[in-house]
């Protein structure tokens, strides 16, 4: 078998996209050259890796196994390449990291203060909801992430270190009735309506719980799938919102929105740096780890854990 690995990472872009154009646009090659690999790779395997059915592209049963095997031996190579760049020394290196978006409000000062120290290092982030970085998490697409609550009982094992305290807070306009009450009892919030995140976010998930365990029956209004569309819309009347203190601390400062002060709060929560459990870290991604874990409070002047 003289199949190639180029020819690997080209068939797996056309299986993870079903398409040969988004392929072709996510290497940078023609339409062409995408499916020659892919026929180079079929006639080296003696089986088809795709079917076409109407305008769609679907992976057969031996392409759903190849596709297996390409994600298995490309994980191992970049496991290899992170191991050789810690032997060589943290000088050159990638260190994936997903941030959860209410996440993204402290994570670039964090990036700074690591990548100075690192400037060889060649940091990819993505910015995404908890849903989606679970994903990212069953298929080990990423090195680590930062999120909220992660969830207890889950498919693969995660190891989660707590860091860093997550607030989560009612909010409202500066100019609302309920923002000078004091203690104000949940029942309070049925008269309301709020604006929610999309289904997927850990800060709609929090906020479904603390609904619940309150017993309350919301009116719920626009679902934005953004904190900051949930400021601006909270700033802007639309209703109420429910989000993590971190992500409206200029807009507190500036006293365009308040928060609510409930006689009882949603229940604390923490920032989590989590990784799947027995992942071989490089050692860029232990350091950075370490970083967060032992750094990030003090350099966002926040109560450590
Ligand atoms: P999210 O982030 O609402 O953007 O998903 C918070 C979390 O991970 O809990």
New binding site residues.
Partial sequence: MNITLRQLKVFSSVARNLSFTKAADEMHLTQPAVSMQVKQLESQLEVALFEQLGKKIFLTEAGNEVYLYARLIHEKLDEMKAILDGIKGLHYGKLSITV????NYFAPPLLSTFYQRFPGLNIVLDIT???A?LKQLVNNEVDLVI???PPKNMEIDLEAAPFMENELVIIAPANHPLAKRKKIPPKALEAETFLV?EP???????MERYFKSHELDITTGMEVSS?EAIKQSVQAGLGLGFL?SDAVQTELMLDRLAVLDMEFPPRKRYWHIVHRKGKRLSAFAQAFKNFIIEEAPKILNKDGI
């Fill in positions: 959860a978006t209410t996440a909801n908890r849903k970085i999120m909220g609550q995140r997927g976010s850990g800060t709609r998930y929090a904190d993590s």
